[in-house]
């Protein structure tokens, strides 16, 4: 077999049989088929698409290019949650200690901010001391002791998609139903869960920006994870504009300290305590999704959550004190508002322009080489369907070096809608639940 006939079979439409998927992600996992290789099958797929078949041999040979870990010799049920990005999206860093102070096991394997989306692994690495590269050996022994473990994806664990995820965020290739799924489910099937809960984002500020598409993208990995017998729900959820008040790195653990304290914005608070009910059902912790959504209140309000996060973050070698006092997370020297051009309503945001505003202040990565300043952010002041005056601030940016504010500035005041009247009907957060 060659790559360059498989390239030019997906070119023309062909459809790949197993063997010939197999011998395109083993060959470039080994280094034996080149980048550009890759990047021209990747770039094939993205304009032709994969069919379901081609899609399950995608996913496996993925899963297979590593080690599925085995977490028997941990009590009790593992469960898992994964979103597929968006701007302000912090539910994991809630949700984790939630679920783990309720019972369960949450093994989380996540990803670095990619494209105008952020990373959990990035806003832990926010939390002086905290280390995401546990080995294996050490990412279970803090499973054992807490319940939950947040690390970043090692060498055994689906090492083709590490190698093809990066690829693809320099070749514009990530934004395509087939290969999100391959990508996301190979790395959770990886983890040795019994249950997957994934929130599968839509609107501006999403990969997926056409609600079908995200439907279809559910639906492709809800059957996948079924076929592999894991119980697996997704919801749908708005990424119209950014999640909760905050987008950045230490901004936003201090958002989820809030939310575990018992406070925080609506929005994020909403989503959280759904995500983690659905966790507890599908986890067997809880008969019903009602009792689910009460058991996850009880873990904010009797403080179990938040003094299980600090536990997490001492066992991984962070400061838990950030948990008390958020001012020891690193923070941007200067702030600056951005005013509204015009009074009326909040009608829309380009949410993905807001999240590439924050990348451009190096609260994001242009390469994967670049570091990020875990300090810069942005604050949200308004959402969509709220009033605003004139000179009245949209946002207030936090940031270090003034060498692209202004470029910042331009973005985020570009990237709200201002109307004469309120744009009628307010859409749902949660738009609709797959494989329920
Ligand atoms: N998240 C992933 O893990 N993979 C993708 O391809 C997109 C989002």
């Not at 901004?251 to 305590?273: K, T, Y």
Request: with cysteine.
């Amino acid at each position: 077999m060659r790559a360059v006939d498989l390239i030019r079979k997906k070119r023309d439409s062909g459809e790949h049989s197993r063997e010939e998927i197999d011998f395109l992600v083993s060959g470039y996992t080994h280094g034996e088929i080149p980048d550009y290789q890759m990047a021209a099958w990747l770039m094939a797929v993205w304009i032709r698409g994969i069919n379901r078949s081609e899609l399950a041999s995608l996913t496996e040979a993925m899963l297979c290019s590593g080690q599925v870990l085995n977490l028997a010799r941990i009590p009790g049920r593992k469960v898992d949650k994964h979103s597929t990005g968006g701007v302000g999206d912090k539910t994991s860093l809630i949700l984790a200690p939630i679920v783990a102070a309720g019972g369960l096991t949450v093994p989380m394997i996540s990803g670095r901010g990619l494209g105008h989306t952020g990373g959990t692994l990035d806003k832990l690495e926010s939390i002086p001391g905290f280390n995401v590269n546990l080995s294996l050996e050490e990412f279970f022994r803090v499973l054992h002791e807490c319940g939950m473990g947040l690390i970043g994806q090692t060498a055994e664990i689906a090492p083709a998609d590490k190698k093809i995820y990066a690829l693809r965020d320099a070749t514009s290739t990530v934004e395509n139903i087939g290969l999100i799924c391959a990508s996301i489910m190979s790395k959770k099937l990886a983890e040795g869960i019994d249950a997957l809960v994934l929130d599968v984002k839509t609107g501006s500020g999403a990969f997926m920006k056409r609600e079908e598409d995200s439907v279809l993208l559910a639906e492709l990995m809800v059957e996948t994870g079924v076929r592999m017998g894991k119980k697996v729900v997704a919801l749908i959820t708005d990424m119209n504009q950014p999640l909760g008040r905050m987008a950045g790195h230490s901004n936003e653990i201090a958002e989820c300290i809030d939310v575990l304290g018992g406070g925080g914005p609506a929005d994020l608070v909403e989503l959280s305590l759904e995500l983690s009910a659905w966790m507890f059902f599908l986890g067997d912790r809880t008969k019903s999704l009602d009792d689910g959504r009460l058991l996850a209140e009880a873990m904010i309000s009797t403080g179990q959550a938040r003094e299980k996060f600090k536990h997490a973050i001492s066992l991984q070698g962070g400061n838990e004190g950030i948990v008390d006092n958020p001012q020891l997370l690193p923070q941007a020297r200067s702030h600056v508002d951005v005013p509204s051009p015009s009074a009326g309503f909040i009608t829309a945001t380009n949410c993905e322009q807001l999240g590439t505003a924050l990348a451009t202040l190096g609260g994001g990565r242009e390469k994967k080489e670049d570091s990020i300043d875990h300090a810069v952010g942005l604050e949200f002041h308004k959402r969509i369907g709220d009033r605003v005056e004139k000179g009245e601030p949209l946002a207030t940016i936090h940031y270090n070096s003034g060498a692209k504010l202004a470029e910042a500035q331009r973005l985020i005041a570009a990237s709200y809608e201002i109307g004469e009247v309120a744009s009628g009907e307010r859409l749902p957060l949660i738009r609709r639940i797959i494989g329920a």
